[in-house]
């Protein structure tokens, strides 16, 4: 069975204010698919829609054609996993027990870890490379470590779709692209979706792009697709030129500060340099 989540015209409205306007999408699995926009553009509402946190105002969300108000809390925690920004840093768990937390969903309320719980949890923290932190308070651990072994957590749900959002924001550049190519190197088995506002990063580790502006699908493809100088300058108001780098494989956006097109670079510069994307 092929696994995916459905959007089918959802809105969301708060107090009367529409958040979210009429957005029909598809996640499928083995892929990541990147939510990306400005701040208030609708990412993390729509990742709560996603979750079951919260439900839309009209349309349906669906997993395998079954509609998610049908699920339980519990059922939902086996479809999906989530990944937030740091979230233990006041809570003196061990390492060990904040990723054995990902069994939780397959357990009645007071019964045991089975062998099988511990020996998933184990696997997890060697994949992720957290198994040096298993007797280690997780407070203790910097930003880095910490959400690593949150990843590890959340892989350790086993879950048919890891939702992430902006896992790395407040991470360093070695952290950042360590957390991303683990659940890049995840994605053969689950369908992923990450929220994120660095746009090169997103141009790199994902495969679909959805770029959302005031609450509506704007474009919607690959990196090269969606991520074009005049998608952003209509969603960023920021002038870009777009390149391929030949070294990761992947677009690689310069943003232009106000008054650059006008110091040494013109549109039509700007449209020659982009021919590089059809002929790299």
């Given at each position: 069975?092929?696994?995916?989540?459905?959007?089918?015209?959802?809105?969301?409205?708060?107090k009367g204010k529409r958040i979210l306007s009429d957005i029909s999408l598809n996640f499928p699995?083995?892929?990541?698919?990147?939510?990306?926009g400005p701040n208030g553009s609708g990412k993390t509402t729509l990742l709560r829609l996603i979750l079951g946190t919260i439900l839309p105002t009209s349309g349906t969300i669906e997993i395998d054609g079954r509609n998610i108000s049908s699920y339980s809390r519990k059922e939902l925690a086996r479809e999906m996993a989530?990944?937030?920004?740091?979230?233990?840093?006041?809570?003196?768990?061990?390492?060990?027990?904040?990723?054995?937390?990902?069994?939780?969903?397959?357990?009645?309320?007071?019964?045991?870890?089975?062998?099988?719980?511990?020996k998933i949890a184990a696997e997890m923290m060697k994949l992720t490379d957290t198994d040096q932190f298993r007797d280690r308070l997780i407070n203790e651990l910097s930003g880095g470590e910490e959400q690593t072994v949150l990843l590890g957590r959340a892989l350790t749900q086993t879950p048919r779709f890891l939702l992430l959002d902006e896992p790395t924001s407040h991470l360093d550049i070695y952290h950042q692209i360590k957390i991303l190519e683990l659940i890049k190197n995840q994605a053969y088995n689950m369908g992923i979706v990450l929220v994120m506002h660095d746009l090169n990063m997103a141009a790199r580790f994902c495969d679909r792009l959805v770029l959302l502006s005031k609450g509506r699908v704007i474009a919607q493809g690959t990196p090269v697709e969606v991520l074009t100088p005049s998608h952003v300058k209509a969603v960023f108001h920021t002038d870009s030129v777009v390149r391929h780098d030949p070294v990761l494989k992947a677009i690689q956006l310069t943003f232009l500060n106000n008054g650059s097109i006008n110091q040494g670079f013109n549109h039509q510069?700007?449209?020659?340099?982009?021919?590089?994307?059809?002929?790299?």
């Amino acid at each position: 069975m092929i696994h995916s989540i459905s959007l089918n015209e959802v809105s969301y409205k708060v107090k009367g204010k529409r958040i979210l306007s009429d957005i029909s999408l598809n996640f499928p699995p083995s892929r990541i698919t990147g939510l990306i926009g400005p701040n208030g553009s609708g990412k993390t509402t729509l990742l709560r829609l996603i979750l079951g946190t919260i439900l839309p105002t009209s349309g349906t969300i669906e997993i395998d054609g079954r509609n998610i108000s049908s699920y339980s809390r519990k059922e939902l925690a086996r479809e999906m996993a989530i990944l937030c920004q740091n979230t233990f840093s006041n809570f003196a768990f061990l390492c060990h027990d904040v990723v054995l937390m990902g069994r939780d969903p397959y357990r009645g309320r007071f019964e045991p870890m089975l062998a099988e719980d511990y020996k998933i949890a184990a696997e997890m923290m060697k994949l992720t490379d957290t198994d040096q932190f298993r007797d280690r308070l997780i407070n203790e651990l910097s930003g880095g470590e910490e959400q690593t072994v949150l990843l590890g957590r959340a892989l350790t749900q086993t879950p048919r779709f890891l939702l992430l959002d902006e896992p790395t924001s407040h991470l360093d550049i070695y952290h950042q692209i360590k957390i991303l190519e683990l659940i890049k190197n995840q994605a053969y088995n689950m369908g992923i979706v990450l929220v994120m506002h660095d746009l090169n990063m997103a141009a790199r580790f994902c495969d679909r792009l959805v770029l959302l502006s005031k609450g509506r699908v704007i474009a919607q493809g690959t990196p090269v697709e969606v991520l074009t100088p005049s998608h952003v300058k209509a969603v960023f108001h920021t002038d870009s030129v777009v390149r391929h780098d030949p070294v990761l494989k992947a677009i690689q956006l310069t943003f232009l500060n106000n008054g650059s097109i006008n110091q040494g670079f013109n549109h039509q510069d700007v449209k020659e340099m982009d021919l590089c994307l059809t002929n790299p």
